[in-house]
């Protein structure tokens, strides 16, 4: 069936490193993809979404990258603060009116100082 | 920034007992969503909802879950009779759905945590 689902399922790194969190997915008919953050006792947060046209997408300290070829879709963070120590969900966005999202287990991203 | 509210943020009830979890979404949003979360595990889609009706449902939604959205602001999850495994964090989402910039985001709150003993 479709899945989504993530590599590492915590992941621990310095601050001011970069952080990457890696995510696969099976459902090819899906055509955009978000990254959501969450943190203890809070909703998931929106962080960046990417279309299946688009290989690569930057925002603030943040870029993901999508490889279409092996389903894969990865989130960089860039110099990790503190403040970016949560889960990190990667979501597949169905087609079509409905925009179902079906979520990958989440991956903890602690951030040592 | 615009924001979804749910209401409780967390609900302690008896098994069997009904449950209703209330959510306000963005004001011009037009996609409406429940999801949920049991501790320790992934988010899973419940039910999605436009234009006053269903659009889709998941098997999690069975005959004990309704939606409604009543008065055209509130947005609102029923248990009918909750069961040990209702035990969950329950989100509301919602999107705007088209004509904007980030249309097919969704926004969530923060959550209601439900507590079936």
């Known amino acids: 069936g479709e899945s989504v689902g993530l590599h590492l399922p915590t992941l621990s790194v310095q601050e001011g490193d970069n952080s990457i969190i890696n995510c696969a997915y099976s459902?090819?008919?899906?055509?955009?993809f978000i990254w959501y953050k969450q943190e203890s006792g809070k909703g998931p947060q929106f962080i960046i979404d990417?279309?299946?046209n688009m290989d690569k997408r930057q925002g603030q300290r943040v870029t993901v990258l999508l490889n279409k070829t092996v389903k894969h879709l990865s989130l960089q963070i860039a110099a990790t603060q503190p403040g970016d120590s949560a889960v990190y969900f990667c979501?597949?966005?169905?087609?079509?009116?409905?925009?179902?999202?079906?979520w990958g287990l989440g991956t903890s991203l602690a951030v040592n100082p | 920034e615009p924001e979804v509210t749910q209401t409780p943020s967390h609900q302690v009830t008896q098994m069997g007992q009904e449950v209703i979890l209330r959510c306000v979404p963005i004001?011009?949003?037009?996609?409406f969503y429940w999801y949920r979360q049991i501790l320790g595990q992934k988010v899973e889609f419940l039910v999605s909802?436009?234009?006053?009706?269903?659009?889709?449902k998941s098997e999690i939604f069975d005959d004990q879950f309704s939606v409604e959205r009543p008065d055209g602001s509130n947005f609102t999850l029923k248990i009918r009779s909750t069961k040990l495994e209702d035990s969950a964090m329950y989100f509301c989402?919602?999107?705007?759905?088209?004509?904007?910039?980030?249309?097919?985001?969704?926004?969530f709150g923060a959550g209601s945590r439900l507590t079936v003993l």
């Open positions: 004001s011009n949003h037009l996609y």
């Open positions: 989402a919602s999107r705007a759905g088209q004509g904007i910039s980030g249309a097919n985001v969704l926004t």
């Open positions: 979501a597949e966005n169905t087609a079509g009116n409905n925009r179902k999202l079906i």
């Open positions: 909802f436009y234009n006053n009706e269903i659009s889709e």
């Open positions: 459902n090819s008919a899906s055509d955009y």
């Open positions: 990417i279309r299946s």
